[in-house]
T-cell receptor
């Protein structure tokens, strides 16, 4: 059972375009994390959002946590080829993570 | 620091064979995890450990066993491999901390790609 639904599953865009990835759940999480994974490597943490309504910015990436702490979004401004990868959201439940299925992002130059 | 390392990187097994995957971390982390990653399904938790000598089942534990005899090592065993266990396996570790705090980041190894024929 996938507790976290990510959309879209796959995104192919041109360099310079903006995009948003969504992560939705019917469950409430104490916090939510976003990871990025490159081929042949393990996921690496980008950000943790903790408070409902919280917005965090990491250069061209903006992360938002829903008011009810059930959903989150990742917005990338002016995407670059270096942003290509698999983006995973993960809900924190105690000391465990529940992962979404991921969004494969391909940015073409 | 090497972080989290996994051995081996690749392995091919025949149905019914057994093997052990080794995970080692040099960050003195309390928690360690084993996940499997399959296309379109994200990462699913197999087993985890909250400290030396302790283990617990995750979301998909059937067909796997684990041991944490030393704090820095977490072993994942397949007693009788099946084609359904073909996957990429990731180990992760985490420091002790509250769920929303800065110590809740999981650090992942590079993965082991396992094929069961």
């Amino acid at each position: 059972t996938q507790l976290l639904e990510q959309s879209p599953q796959f995104l192919s865009i041109q360099e310079g375009e903006n995009l948003t990835v969504y992560c939705n759940s019917s469950s409430v999480f104490s916090s939510l994390q976003w990871y990025r994974q490159e081929p042949g490597e393990g996921p690496v943490l980008l950000v943790t959002v903790v408070t409902g309504g919280e917005v965090k910015k990491l250069k061209r990436l903006t992360f938002q946590f829903g008011d009810a702490r059930k959903d989150s979004s990742l917005h990338i401004t002016a995407a670059q080829p270096g942003d290509t990868g698999l983006y995973l959201c993960a809900g924190v439940k105690g000391n465990k993570l529940v992962f979404g299925a991921g969004t494969i992002l391909r940015v073409k130059s | 620091n090497a972080g989290v390392t996994q051995t081996p990187k690749f392995r091919v097994l025949k149905t019914g064979q057994s093997m052990t995957l080794l995970c080692a971390q040099d960050m003195n982390h309390e928690y360690m995890y084993w996940y499997r990653q399959d296309p379109g399904m994200g990462l699913r938790l197999i087993h985890y450990s909250v400290g030396e000598g302790t283990t617990a089942k995750g979301e998909v534990p059937d067909g796997y066993n684990v041991s944490r005899l030393k704090k820095q090592n977490f072993l994942l065993g397949l007693e009788s491999a099946a084609p359904s266990q073909t996957s990429v396996y990731f180990c992760a570790s985490k420091n002790y901390g509250t769920s929303g705090g800065p110590n809740n980041e999981q650090f992942f190894g590079p993965g082991t790609r396992l094929t069961v024929l």
